[in-house]
């Protein structure tokens, strides 16, 4: 058995019942929808038509939204119903990024994630849907599609029907027959000033889907007309998480590198102030992971309730494996004359995987196309090693670490910068695929996000450290190009959070 849904847009008049059914069966807060209708216009007056389209989640075979979830807090029932349970929702919002549909919002009641769930308390009970029922066309049909007798199974087998964003392969239970494919596709959408019976929020429209020319318009193009606000679950704090994340696994990476490479002598630095720098921004990094999260009472959750497919969990394991192996470390220098091999190369393993799994988890979240990269996990080696060693040329004037090991550190700050500087030209500048990826790439180097890119993270952040290392007037040029090399680091974190969710989704 397998639950699905058939929207007939020949049938809709575009009449709102099925979202305010779904509020007040589901007591919805105002704001926030799990089923709603947009509009949208094509042609010019008095040649002009409107157009409309049910959205909601689909309700996926192969649920992007559920592989992310930490706490399996969202689950797949037996009938094909992807439903969720707010008792274990922590409020992370990554399935909100997962979702290629925006079908989850974040209930401002609870403070937990929701979506629609199918009315499943009422298909348990052998009833339909609420919006089903309500609608006065019969524009909406639920039924079994594993049932080749069942309506909605002999619907799709003889009609052309559409499911949105195929592409993504998450085999969504959500069939449209007779839509303006436009509707489905939000790259589509020419943005106006307003809505229709709305104003726009404050903001909305700063990164709005525009064309590449302006001075051609997409032919045929349709003017979105009346939409939901697109919600921006992550900020500067997950852009925090990964600025801090990058030194707490830097600092060892590069100083394992530099015991290996007989630096032993350097006892100050490398066996007491880099384990401790780890653990002080290893501590920074989990508490922005808790703060940012919804409800942070519940992070706990993870450790109790995981889902071991879920980034978020395997990456918690990471770094408290990864927070215990820098407390030995620091132990071990503190009662020991050096750091053995033993103890320095599994810590640097284990910090290659702190900075490196947030690739998969940003892999999982398969709604936003810029975070697709496959070079990311070398990216965030990179942004480590950067960190690590721009954080040590700090400290080194307290430690007095000698002159050899302070030019080296700006001899690895150096090629981690020049290699980051490739990576970002071979995400960027080099960018293919979808439509969102290109626009994606484009708001930040050519649109609303490119001064600052430019700027502070190509200028400051890397072309400006470089030039103080390979041609230092003095040898305090180092302390310099750590400080914007930082810099640098935090606003491209920040800026690509921004531009991976400027794209929206429906």
């Not at 075979?61 to 969720?84: K, N, S, Y």
């Not at 909605?152 to 007779?178: C, D, N, Q």
């Not at 630096?263 to 808790?290: G, K, R, Y």
Request: glycine share 8%; net charge neutral.
């Amino acid at each position: 058995m397998r639950y699905g849904f058939l929207i007939d847009q020949h049938r809709c008049i575009g009449c709102h019942a099925c979202t305010v059914a779904c509020k007040e069966e589901h007591n919805i807060a105002v704001g926030v929808n799990r089923t709603w209708v947009k509009y949208i216009e094509k042609g010019h007056y008095p040649d002009t038509r409107r157009h409309f389209a049910v959205l909601r989640c689909n309700h996926c075979d192969d649920a992007p939204c559920i592989e992310i979830c930490p706490t399996v807090a969202l689950f797949r029932r037996a009938d094909g119903i992807v439903d969720f349970d707010n008792e274990r929702c922590i409020g992370c919002q990554s399935c909100m990024q997962a979702c290629p549909y925006d079908a989850l919002y974040i209930d401002p009641d609870r403070n937990t994630a929701a979506k629609c769930n199918f009315d499943a308390s009422r298909v348990e009970m052998g009833y339909k849907p609420a919006c089903e029922v309500v609608c006065p066309t019969q524009a909406i049909l639920s039924g079994d599609l594993d049932d080749p007798e069942s309506e909605i199974s002999r619907r799709i087998a003889m009609e052309k029907v559409s499911v949105r964003k195929p592409e993504k392969g998450t085999k969504p239970k959500l069939f449209y027959t007779g839509v303006d494919g436009d509707l489905l596709n939000p790259t589509m959408m020419e943005p106006q000033s307003a809505h229709f019976w709305a104003e726009k929020q404050p903001g909305e429209d700063l990164y709005a889907l525009k064309s590449v020319n302006p001075e051609r318009p997409i032919p045929g193009g349709a003017r979105e007309v009346y939409d939901v606000p697109h919600a921006t679950p992550w900020g500067e704090k997950i852009a925090s998480y990964l600025w801090t994340k990058s030194i707490a696994a830097g600092v060892l990476l590069v100083a394992a590198l530099l015991l290996n490479m007989g630096f032993e002598h350097e006892v100050v630095t490398l066996q007491l102030v880099s384990p401790a720098l780890a653990l002080v921004f290893l501590t920074i990094t989990m508490f922005l992971l808790i703060v940012d999260l919804k409800r942070p009472g519940r992070f706990f959750y993870i450790v109790t309730k995981p889902n071991f497919g879920s980034w978020l969990v395997l990456g918690g394991y990471i770094l408290f494996a990864y927070g215990g192996l820098a407390a030995l470390w620091l132990i071990y220098g503190l009662t020991q004359d050096s750091v053995a091999p033993w103890l320095f190369w599994p810590t640097a393993l284990l910090a290659l995987a702190s900075a490196g799994y947030s690739a998969f988890l940003f892999g999982q979240a398969k709604g936003r196309d810029l975070w697709q990269s496959p070079l990311l996990f070398w990216h965030l080696v990179m942004q480590a090693l950067a960190a690590g060693s721009a954080t040590l040329i700090l400290i080194s004037p307290l430690t007095k670490v000698s002159v050899a090991l302070f030019l080296l550190l700006g001899q690895f700050l150096a090629i981690s910068l020049l290699v980051m500087l490739a990576i970002i030209v071979g995400e960027l500048m080099l960018a293919h695929g979808s439509e969102e990826l290109q626009r994606a790439t484009a708001l930040l180097t050519r649109g609303a996000l490119g001064r600052q890119f430019w700027i502070l993270v190509i200028g400051a952040g890397i072309v400006l450290p470089l030039g103080l290392i390979l041609w230092p007037i003095h040898l305090f040029s180092y302390l310099g190009a750590a400080i914007l090399a930082l810099i640098g680091l935090w606003y491209y974190e920040n800026l690509w959070i921004k531009a991976g969710q400027a794209m929206p989704l429906s």
